[in-house]
Structures are given as C-alpha cells and as structure tokens.
C-alpha cells in the first residue's frame, strides 16, 4: 500500500506527541505538531456483540448427504478390569465371576484383534494381596499378537485391592492425546478400597482439556441401583450385572454404542460439524416433547454417530453457537455448518495499522485500518498487519468466531516522527550500522522496537534512538547542522 495510507491517517486523524529532551548531535526539544484536528475516533461497540445487528446474523445451515459411513476415526478404547480378590466370588452357582470376565473378554479381545480396533485393557489387584499399586496396562491398545492377549487374560487371578481410581488415571492417561474418541469400559464388582476418588480423576481430566471422553461402568454380581455403584455414576452410564448374562449383554451394549461391538466395519460419523475451531466440544441434546434431553459431547470435527431422530446442539464457542433444532434422517449424513460475523480490532495507535484479511489462496478479501472494529465473516484467515515501509507481520489461521470480538494487540512496535522545517527524505539505520529504507519528515512512521539513527542528508544526524512500544509518537526535532 506504500506511504499513503500512514501519511494519510496522520493528516486526517491528529496525533498526540511526546517530546524528547536531551542535546544528541542535531537534537533539541520538539515543539507540538501543528497538523489539522480531527473528532475522536466513535466509542468502540458495547461489549455485548449481539446488540450489533451484523452479528446476530448466526447464518447457521444444515446440510444433508447420502450416508457412506464406512470409516471415520475409529474410537480408541482402554477396558478396566477389576481382578480383585472378591471377583473369585460365584456369580453363579457354578463359576466365579472372575471365570465369567475371562471367557468373556478373552473372546471379546480375539474379535476386536481380527476387527483391528484399537481396545486395550488396564487390571488391577492380579498379582499382589494388599497393594493399591498393583495396578498396571495388561494390553496396549492396537495389541497384534493374539497370543500375547490370550496368555494375558488367562493368567489373570483375583488376588489383591480395588484401587479403581489410580486405574482410571491410567486408562485416561494411554486415551491422552488421541484425536478420536476416546472410551473407557469399567467392570467392577464393589467400591474402591484405597481411598482413591474416580470423580475427581474425571474433573481433572476435564480440567485438562482430555475431550471426547465417555465411560462406561459395570457392576459384575451388582443390581443397577446397587450402593455399591454411587460413588462411580458420576463417571458416565452405569449398568447392573447380577448374571453372566447380564455380564455379557451390558458389554455387548456398550460395546454397541462405542461402534465395536457384532459388526464386521465400523461405521463413521452420521453428524459433523464444520466450525472455526475444528477441535471445539460440541453439547448434544435429543428433543423430546419440546424438551431437550443431554445426551453426550463429541469433538466437532470428529463427528458423531446417533439414531435418526430431532436433536439440538450448542458448539462450545465463546460466545456458544447454538443449533436449537435440526433432524437425523435415516441413511443420511448430516453437517453442521457455523457461520456468522465477529468483529475484528487490531489496537495500536489511532489508525496507523493497515489489516488485510487474507483466504486460504493468500489474496486480500478485505482491508481496513486498525484501531476501527470491522465486521468479518467467521472462518480461518491469515491477518496481515502493515505499517510500509518498515513493519509486516502477519498473524496464521486466526480464527473469527460468529457473534464475538476479537481484538489484536500490537506490542513490539513504535511510533517515530522527525520534525524539520521542510518535508525531506529521511535514511533510517538499525543498531547494527545497516540501511533499512527511507521516509519523509514530518509524518509519523512505524517501527519494530530497537534502537536507530536517523539521518537527514546535510541537515542533521540523530543517531542512538530507542524506539519503545508506546502508543504516542515519539517527535524528533531535526536541527541545521552547526
């Protein structure tokens, strides 16, 4: 854009200035700048963007496709296994429970090895009596040597305590990092005993930022509203097993609704939601009788597969983007697209920024001046922000979200002017001696904060200045030379 835009700005806005004081060669106290005066720049917007029409317009769209839902990022799965001593109880009248849990996931494991799926298992109380440490990740998930699983699962013995909490810890700790869901099964028959708190383990997770997590527990020989099950149901859906039927068919549900279990291909996503941040929590709520039911979170950009029926969602944005109500179609694939306005401000000093708004081609779809909020469509954009000829920076995949403002602070920068009787070009050279270009006097320029020399011709030579990141201009008065 060259000179113009700054030269410009000065001319139309004003500018306060700061004098230096100090007798460097050529140097002497600057008087105020006598340039024309403006209005103040317009109060910036109330902090509630949504009283600004352009930003109530959510713009939001739904859009439909024939499902093909074969593949998608497979869920990646820790099973958590108590083999405590109190799992050589009978479950039945002929076997222990601990019997029933190895038959059953020994061929649990041996149809997700041949699925390829990506299920692990962490068990705890198996080898020592009396340790709340002895708890450990039996099977990586991704296990390919099936003989490996097979000896693992039959040496399993119950033996020792139920530290359920330093287990969970684990689990969540091999899921950590993982971009797809993340599940976590528990099969328990009683409450932690080594004073651990599963609930708590949850919130850090939370806390931390572990996303697209859901947990599933099961009460080997316990009753759905067991007492025994109260202090784990603040992990997720809880189930009752009193049975090795009930065992068996409470794996087979989860299993079910993870999308590993009885199927020969997992089937991907049904719902997306295409959003700034493609990593965003997304809240899903059925609708029934009007009412909305919560139902899970799932990452936007992995998507989710649910029944066909009438939900709502809020996308976790800040501010939240809500979808209040949209349908899932039997065989088809839906997509939630958040679109909108937010409200863009780079802050430096009355105007003297040039911003550009950048697609993901590299051209400028928009520009305007800094200290200005402008209204930009939501997405993912380069911000290039310029001051010719001596500062560019430019910001990558900035996200703009619907319905909120962003502001941009700019803190390595300066503001110079250097005062002289008539408008003649100035040399600017950096701390190490090197020309970096040329400017005129008497209009304010930018530069990245450092130290330079200003020399102007015959009539003066300033060097030895600190340019500061200040938002006030800071004036130089450029002498004859005596």
């Known amino acids: 854009m060259g000179k113009a835009p700054v030269i410009r700005a000065w001319l139309m806005k004003g500018m306060a200035v700061i004098s230096m ?94 699925e390829k799926a990506e299920v692990g298992m962490v068990v705890y109380g198996s080898r020592r009596k009396e340790d709340c440490e002895d708890t450990y990740l039996a099977i990586q998930p991704g296990e390919r ?66 996303v697209d997590l859901e ?51 997992h089937k991907g996503p049904n719902l997306l939601v295409e959003a700034p941040d493609p990593n965003v929590v997304v809240k899903l709520y ?63 000093f009355k105007g003297l920024l040039d911003v550009e708004i950048l697609n993901k081609d590299k051209k400028v779809i928009q520009s305007f001046s800094s200290d200005e909020p402008a209204v930009v469509k939501s997405g993912v954009y380069d911000i290039r922000i310029s001051a010719p000829p001596f500062f560019e920076f430019v910001n990558k995949k900035y996200k703009i979200i619907p319905g909120a403002r962003h502001e941009l602070g700019m803190d390595t920068i300066g503001i110079v002017q250097v005062s002289h009787p008539a408008n003649i070009g100035i040399h600017v050279i950096d701390g190490n001696g090197k020309p970096i270009g040329n400017y005129l ?7 990245p904060v450092g130290t330079y020399r200003f020399f102007v011709a015959d009539k003066c030579d300033i060097p030895g200045i600190t340019v500061r990141n200040e938002k006030q201009i800071q004036v130089l008065q450029c002498l004859k030379r005596k």
């Open 145 to 210: 040597n099936l003989s490996k699983i097979d000896d693992t699962v039959k040496k399993l013995a119950p033996i020792g305590m139920t530290p359920i909490a330093n287990s969970l810890e684990i689990a969540i700790n091999q899921l950590r990092g993982y971009p797809g869901p993340k599940r976590i099964m528990i099969f328990t028959d009683g409450e932690e005993t080594c004073g651990g708190d599963s609930c708590e383990i949850l919130q850090k997770a939370i806390q931390e930022k572990v």
């Open 215 to 265: 947990m599933f527990v099961t009460g080997i020989g316990l009753s759905d509203k067991s007492k025994d099950l109260d202090r784990l149901r603040c992990l997720g859906k809880t189930f009752g097993a009193q049975n090795p039927q009930q065992l068996s068919q409470s794996l087979q549900d989860i299993s079910n609704e993870i999308g590993l279990g009885g199927k020969t291909d």
């Open 21 to 114: 004081t100090g007798m460097l060669a050529g140097l002497s106290p600057a008087a105020p700048a006598k340039t024309p005066q403006a209005k103040e720049p317009a109060p910036a917007p109330d902090q509630k963007v949504f009283d600004i029409p352009a930003l109530q317009q959510l713009q939001s769209s739904v859009e439909y496709a024939d499902a093909d839902l074969a593949g998608g990022i497979k869920p990646k799965v820790i099973i958590l296994l108590d083999s405590s001593g109190s799992m050589g109880q009978l479950l039945d009248r002929h076997h222990s429970k601990m019997f029933y849990a190895k038959k059953l996931f020994g061929e649990y494991l041996r149809y997700q090895w041949r």
């Open 286 to 348: 059925e609708l029934k009788k009007g009412e909305r039911v919560y139902l899970r979170d799932f990452v936007a950009s992995n998507g989710v597969t649910i029944p066909p029926g009438t939900y709502s969602a809020d996308v976790m944005l800040d501010p939240v983007y809500p979808f209040k109500e949209f349908t899932i179609p039997p065989k088809k694939k839906v997509v939630l697209k958040v679109q909108g306005n937010g409200l863009l401000e780079v802050k430096f």
């Open 441 to 447: 006097t008497n209009f304010p320029f930018v530069l």
